[in-house]
């Protein structure tokens, strides 16, 4: 998995995600490029992560700090596929 194809994963995960976190003044999750690194970073708390390296550290926050609700289960069962790609391609 490239770098391109990793950011549009990370985009469609948290997009649903971040709609309700919004409503609920969470944090939200942006991803982009930074000198060819996948970021991933949290709007309110200023947290970053660089995937694939932080992803599981990036999990363990989502579920420390969400809700139960179906969007942070979807959201996990998203990145938790992402991880199994990127184990199998070993990124």
Not at 20 to 27: E, G, L, R, S
Not at 58 to 82: F, S, V, Y
């Amino acid at each position: 998995m490239d770098n391109l194809e990793l950011l549009s994963q990370l985009n469609s995960a948290f997009e649903d995600y971040n709609q309700v976190a919004t409503k609920q003044h969470q944090d939200t999750y942006r991803v982009h490029l930074r000198n060819g690194a996948v970021i991933v970073s949290a709007d309110r708390s200023q947290k970053v992560w660089e995937i694939p390296g932080d992803l599981l550290t990036l999990m363990n926050r989502i579920k420390n700090n969400a809700q139960i609700n179906e969007c942070t289960i979807g959201t996990l069962a998203d990145l938790e596929n992402i991880e199994r790609e990127l184990r199998t391609a070993k990124y």
